[in-house]
């Protein structure tokens, strides 16, 4: 099964930026919803953005204005700018994708089948 592979994480000042990447172990360009969810060791697993296929996205209020959700269809790669970093940002977070087309993407874990391993961002002030 293809595995998603995340990378761009790291240690940051608030404020400072950092672009995240995910993309799969083998090539695949029919992914139809592409996502991001954090988690650290008080919440669970959140819902940050998703990305349908025609490039539809959406925000979770708390990242809106801030990050920015994008991919790129020819080779199944997904991105997340994230600008203007603050304290709770600080997640792992976790690239999620899914082949099945249901009208829209979800902003649950319930919706996709493939995850990544997770990449950590921390944001100090």
């Known amino acids: 099964q293809v595995q998603l592979v995340e990378s761009g994480g790291g240690s940051v000042q608030a404020g400072d930026s950092l672009r995240l990447s995910c993309a799969p172990s083998?090539?695949?360009?029919?992914?139809?919803?592409m996502a991001w969810f954090r988690q650290d060791s008080r919440r669970e697993r959140e819902w940050v953005a998703n990305?349908?296929?025609?490039?539809?996205?959406s925000y979770a209020n708390s990242v809106k204005g801030r990050f920015t959700i994008s991919q790129d269809n020819t080779n199944g790669t997904l991105f997340l700018i994230m600008n203007n970093l603050k304290p709770e940002d600080t997640a792992m977070y976790y690239c999620?994708?899914?082949?099945?087309?249901?009208?829209?993407?979800?902003?649950?874990?319930?919706?996709?089948?493939?995850w990544g391993q997770g990449t950590q961002v921390t944001v100090s002030s």
């Open positions: 990305i349908r296929r025609d490039d539809f996205t």
């Open positions: 083998e090539y695949r360009n029919n992914w139809n919803c």
């Open positions: 999620a994708a899914d082949t099945r087309n249901f009208g829209t993407c979800y902003r649950t874990s319930a919706g996709y089948r493939y």
